[in-house]
C-alpha cells in the first residue's frame, strides 16, 4: 500500500512512503484485538477499593447479652457482621487486574488495529515536523489544514519531541504517542492515524518480528 506523504500545511508533497504488507494489510485476528485491549483497560484499573473487615472495626467486644435464654442467637461481639456498623464479609481489598498477555499476540493485535486503519483510509503521513515552542494553536492549525480538526487524532512519533507532546496535551481529541508505546487501544480509539514518516519504518521494524 503507497501513500502520499503531507507537508504541515495540508498539501500532498510528491514524495511517497509503502506502508508494509507485513504490517498495515494482514488477516485481522479480532479476538487478539480482544485480547490486548481487554489488559490494557485493566491494567488503567486501580486496584485501590478496600472495605474494613471484622478485624479491622473499632467496637466494643464486651458480651452483648447473655448466652442461653433470650431465644436468640448467642452474639458476642459488635464486630459481627450481623449488625449495623459492624465488619463487612468478603468485601473488596486492594488487587492488580494485570492481565498476561503474549508478545506474539500484542504484535497480532496491534497489526490487525493498523490493518483496519489502512482499509478504511484513516492513515495520513506526515513529513517529519518539529515545534521552536509548545504551542496549541500551530498544532491547531495543522489538524485544521489536513481537515481532521473535528475528529479524535493520534500522532506517532519516532522519537519523543516535548514540544510537539506539549503543543497537543491540552487538545481533548489529540494524542502524540513515540512509535515503541503504540498500543492497540490507542490505535483503535482515534478516528485518524497520523503518521509522522520517519515512525513509519520504526512501526514495521517493531511489529515485523
Do not use: W
Not at 479480532?30 to 467496637?59: C, F, N
Not at 512509535?179 to 513509519?200: F, H, K, Q, R
Request: proline share 2%; aromatic share 6%.
Amino acid at each position: 500500500m503507497e501513500l502520499a506523504i503531507h507537508s504541515i500545511d495540508g498539501k500532498a508533497t510528491s514524495k511517497k512512503v509503502k506502508l508494509s504488507d507485513d504490517v498495515f494489510s494482514i488477516e485481522p485476528n479480532d479476538h487478539a484485538i480482544y485480547l490486548d485491549v481487554k489488559q490494557y483497560l485493566a491494567a488503567q484499573r486501580q486496584g485501590t477499593h478496600k472495605s474494613k473487615e471484622r478485624a479491622e472495626i473499632a467496637r466494643t467486644t464486651k458480651k452483648l447479652k447473655r448466652q442461653k435464654g433470650t431465644g436468640g442467637a448467642r452474639a458476642g461481639s459488635m464486630k459481627s457482621p450481623l449488625f449495623r456498623g459492624g465488619g463487612r464479609v468478603f468485601g473488596p481489598c486492594p488487587h492488580d487486574y494485570i492481565i498476561g498477555v503474549n508478545k506474539k499476540v500484542k504484535a497480532l493485535a496491534r497489526k490487525s488495529a493498523l490493518t483496519y486503519k489502512a482499509k478504511e483510509n484513516c492513515i495520513i503521513v506526515l513529513e517529519d515536523l518539529n515545534f521552536d515552542e509548545p504551542k496549541t494553536s500551530k498544532y491547531a492549525e495543522m489538524l485544521n489544514a489536513l481537515k481532521v480538526a473535528d475528529k479524535k487524532t493520534l500522532l506517532v512519533v519516532a522519537e519523543l519531541n516535548k514540544n510537539v507532546y506539549l503543543s497537543s496535551r491540552n487538545m481533548t481529541s489529540a494524542k502524540v504517542v513515540v512509535a515503541s508505546e503504540l498500543t492497540t487501544y490507542d490505535i483503535l480509539n482515534a478516528s485518524n492515524l497520523l503518521l509522522l514518516e520517519g515512525s513509519v519504518a520504526k512501526i514495521e521494524n517493531l511489529l515485523k518480528n
